[in-house]
Structures are given as structure tokens and as C-alpha cells.
């Protein structure tokens, strides 16, 4: 997972985006040679930092401006009096304007380029300059090749602005792509640096604005905003006078024959974030266990809709879906709740449900699907959905008019609006079942205490990527139900209860 420096800035965008910036910033009197030289002296800085006891540097450059930062690189390198090698994939006679000037002051310099074969040896820091964010199709040869050789190397790994065959707007590896230990990226942070298969690629991910200022932005539209501690939505403090019915009521509804347990990490959850109230609707056999596991929830036992009905008339939020089955029973349910004029929350069966139409999603909802849910929901693959993750969580949040949680790594929350937001944060030991239970109620509780839809639904994925990130340093074997009190204690870190 990566170790995601706190200074990234918030603002997300496209790869053009960038070279939008790029190129204002050469127009406005910064000469594009200056900000190559720029870029590579942050790569430089950002290398030695992270390998201090290194002394010898490989890089692999291409034919662009990516191969004009990599030889200025190997060139401060040689003057540091490392052992350098440039090996040359895309042939140093095709280079132009700013990225030849930088092969030929790296030449001038003393730095060895060669061209690259399948059999040259890489040794030492290996560089990655091979391809920019300009890349949309699938790695071809001979890069293809190169890539495969620096992965199977087994040596550290430095990407410049982005690994090789990564691709800058949706994260995903187009065919293959480097996996970097550290990637060191300019201008503006790009929304494909931080989910997709991203995570598996960048390693450490180093920032340089190259000097940029912001008013260059200032008509460039974000494309989304990374979730971080500075911008989050935050709950208003109590009242010493307040009570239990100021924070709303919270009704769970789920937990089929075989499924008792996903409603019951979703209540005790939704108890634990905050909200006044928590009753629970599941599957009579479960009672015991509910009257154990969380006596605070008023729990009860459902065998028809109809016993629903009196309940939804008394409470202010519902969360649907968590054990709830695709069976009679479930539907019956889902189809009370999908009736009620109510703020809610579909997780699990309840979106398997949304995506045969059986019932229709009203309004006032966050949906909380993963990739495979997504996929059934849009009508198309789990692989297209990864393929561009933050077109899919746009394309549902339209479709159904509702919050989008996309979940997975990079989390995407998605307005309807074209509101696009990202949480990067997380661990893989968070791969393990009713961690999305969790986050549903965690949602739920927060919708009862007058957060909106999108703020709830940004705040809830934080809180519940960054339980995991805590949780998750003490290795395998992460419950969801460990989440529980470190989401308690951040949330009350970052919105304390009392002034």
C-alpha cells in the first residue's frame, strides 16, 4: 500500500488538464526547458532521500518529455558521482524540442546511453522515464518488454510524474505498467495516481508544483477532491442540553436466514457514530444474538413488511440491504423501505435488487456499491467498471439521482450534481468480509445527525479507510467489528463531541 505524503494537495485533475497548466505556464515566460529541469531536480531530491545509501542509477528513458526528465536526472546524478547508465528504448534521434535539449546537455555531461535490449542488465536505482500521462492505448513493444524486465528486476524503482503504463485519469494498468517504490509527480496531482490499480504502482508518491502558481488553476475545473483531515465535512459540537432526540433515529434493515451478522455490524455502527436512536429490523431468529450484541437497539423481530409499517412512521433514517437476501423476505422489505419518503442507504442485496428493477431507489439515498455491484447496476462488466472507475461512479450517481459510493481502493463518492470526491487511504487488510456493513451504518448515523448526503457519505468513507489504515498495521486477520472503535475515536479527533 502507499505511503502517501500529507503534503498532496486536494485537487484532483485529467492529464489534460495538466498539460493545460503546462503550457500556460510556458506562455506566461517559465521556458519549458526550466520546468523539465525543475521536474528532474524534485525527482533527484525525492531519490536520495528515499535510497540515501544508493550510488549507481539505470534509467530507461523513451522519446518524450518523460526521457527529457529522466536524462537530466541521470545527468545530476553522474555529477553526484554515481555510477549512471541511460539505456534508450525509444531512440534518442526522435526526441524534440526540450527532452533532446536534455539529451544532449546529459551527453555533453559525460552520462552513457545506449539502447536498450531484452538481455541489458539493470543495476542499481532503476529510473523509470519511459512514457507520460499522454499514454490511452494498451503498452506496446518495445515498452511493453521494458516494463516486464524493471518489474522482474527486483531492484528499487523510481517512476518520474507517473509509472509507465498507468494510465493518468482512471488508474488502470493499460496492459502492463511499473510497479515504482516511489513516484515523484509534477504540476497538479492526477486523479489516476490515487485509485484503480494505482495502488499496486505508484509506492511512495512525492508531490513538486514546479513552482506553479495557483492562480494558473483558477479556471481549470477540479476534477475531484481528495479526501484528506484539512477539507473534511465535520459534525457542529452539542449542546450540554442536547438528547437522544436531536441525532435522528436510525432503522437497519436486513439479515436473513444464514446473514444475521451484516445487520448487526451495520447496528452496532450505526449506535457507535453517533446517532440519538437505533432500531433494528431482522429475521425473528436473530433476536437473541441482537439482544446481546447491541442491548442499546431496539430490535425487532420481522417475519412480514407489514410489522415495518408503524416503525417507519417513527424514525428518520433507514439503512437497507446488509444480510438482506434476494429472497421473499428481502423483497418484501425492500419494497416497504423503497416507499418510505426517508433518507436512506442501500448497501449489498439491496443494489442486487436496485440493478434486476424490482424496485425503484427514492430519493434521498446513498448507494454504497463495489465493483461488481456497480457493474450489474450500469449493465456492463466488473472490468469496464475499472476500467474508468471515476466515469462509473458518475454515470450511477446520474442514473439513479443519488450519492455514489464506488467502493474499492481509491474510494469514489459521486453527486449528482458532477461533484467527484476521492479517499486514497485504506490498507489491504481491509480485504475481508462486513467491512462494508461497517460503512453503511457508519453512513446512516451521520445522515441522522443532519449531515447531507454527499457530506455524510465523504466523511463515512474517511473515517472508515482510515480505521482500516490503523487497524490494518497490526497485519492479516482485520475484523470489521475492529473498525468500530477506532471510527469512534476519529470521528471524535475530528469533530470533538463538546467545544
Known amino acids: 500500500m502507499p505511503q502517501t505524503k500529507d503534503e498532496l494537495p486536494d485537487a484532483l485533475y485529467r492529464a489534460a488538464q495538466v498539460r493545460e497548466v503546462d503550457a500556460r505556464l510556458i506562455a506566461a515566460g517559465t521556458p519549458g526547458f526550466e520546468l523539465m529541469q525543475r521536474a528532474a ?34 545527468g545530476l546524478a553522474l555529477r553526484a558521482g554515481w555510477t549512471v547508465r541511460v539505456l534508450a528504448v525509444g531512440e534518442p534521434q526522435r526526441l524534440q ?5 536534455a539529451h544532449a546537455e546529459s551527453v555533453a555531461a559525460g552520462v552513457v546511453v545506449q539502447g536498450w535490449q531484452a538481455q541489458s542488465e539493470l543495476r542499481g536505482v532503476v529510473l523509470d522515464a ?16 521494458a516494463i516486464k524486465a524493471i518489474n522482474a528486476g527486483g531492484l528499487p ?13 482512471t488508474g488502470c494498468e493499460l496492459g502492463v505498467a511499473v510497479c515504482a517504490d516511489l513516484t515523484v509527480t509534477f504540476i497538479a496531482m492526477k486523479v489516476g495516481l490515487l485509485t484503480g490499480d494505482a495502488a499496486d504502482h505508484i509506492g511512495e508518491l512525492v508531490f513538486s508544483d514546479l513552482q ?39 432503522l437497519l434493515i436486513g439479515g436473513d436466514h444464514g446473514f444475521g451478522g451484516a445487520i448487526l455490524l451495520s447496528t452496532e455502527m450505526a449506535l457507535r457514530g453517533g446517532a440519538g436512536m437505533v432500531s433494528l429490523a431482522t429475521r425473528p431468529e436473530h433476536m437473541p444474538a441482537a439482544l446481546t450484541r447491541v442491548p442499546e437497539a431496539m430490535a425487532l423481530g420481522t417475519s412480514s413488511a407489514n410489522q ?20 421473499s423476505w428481502g423483497r418484501a422489505l425492500l419494497s416497504a423501505a423503497a416507499n418510505a419518503a426517508l433518507p436512506q442507504v442501500w448497501d449489498a442485496d439491496a443494489l442486487n435488487l436496485l440493478a434486476s428493477d424490482f ?5 434521498d439515498c446513498v448507494i454504497t456499491p463495489h465493483p461488481g455491484e456497480a457493474a ?40 449528482p450534481d458532477g461533484r467527484l470526491a476521492l479517499c486514497h487511504q485504506g490498507h489491504p487488510a481491509m480485504a475481508t468480509g462486513g467491512l462494508g456493513d461497517v460503512l453503511a451504518g457508519l453512513t446512516g448515523a451521520l445522515l441522522a445527525q443532519d449531515m447531507d448526503a454527499f457530506d455524510a457519505a465523504c466523511l463515512a468513507v474517511w473515517l472508515h479507510a482510515n480505521a482500516g489504515m490503523q487497524q490494518g498495521k497490526f497485519g492479516r486477520g482485520l475484523a470489521a467489528s475492529d473498525l468500530i472503535p477506532a471510527i469512534r475515536q476519529l470521528l471524535e479527533e475530528q469533530a470533538p463531541c463538546l467545544k
Open 212 to 250: 506553479a502558481l495557483d492562480e494558473i488553476f483558477s479556471d481549470i475545473p477540479v476534477c475531484a477532491q481528495r479526501l484528506s483531515a484539512a477539507n473534511l465535512p465535520a459534525l457542529a459540537p452539542r449542546a450540554p442540553t442536547s438528547h437522544k432526540g436531536r441525532f435522528g433515529h436510525v
Open 308 to 327: 415495518l409499517m408503524g416503525l417507519l412512521e417513527k424514525v428518520s433514517v433507514l439503512v437497507v440491504g446488509p444480510g438482506l437476501g434476494q429472497a
Open 130 to 145: 519511459l512514457l507520460g500521462t499522454g499514454l490511452s492505448g494498451e503498452v506496446r513493444e518495445p515498452y511493453a518488454s
Open 359 to 363: 424496485v425503484q431507489l427514492p430519493n
Open 157 to 169: 524503482v523510481a517512476a518520474v510524474d507517473i509509472p509507465s503504463g498507468l494510465c493518468a485519469d
Open 376 to 415: 450489474r447496476l450500469l449493465g456492463i462488466s466488473t472490468a469496464e467498471v475499472q476500467a474508468d472507475r471515476p466515469a462509473a461512479a458518475l454515470a450511477l450517481s446520474k442514473k439513479y439521482s443519488a450519492v455514489v459510493v464506488l467502493k474499492g481502493a481509491g474510494s469514489l463518492i459521486a453527486h
Open 97 to 101: 524540442g526540450d527532452a533532446a535539449l
Open 41 to 74: 531536480r524534485a525527482t533527484w531530491r525525492a531519490l536520495v532521500r528515499k535510497w540515501p545509501g544508493a550510488n549507481e542509477l539505470t534509467v530507461l528513458a523513451g522519446h518524450g518529455n518523460n526521457a527529457g526528465d529522466g536524462y537530466l536526472v541521470a
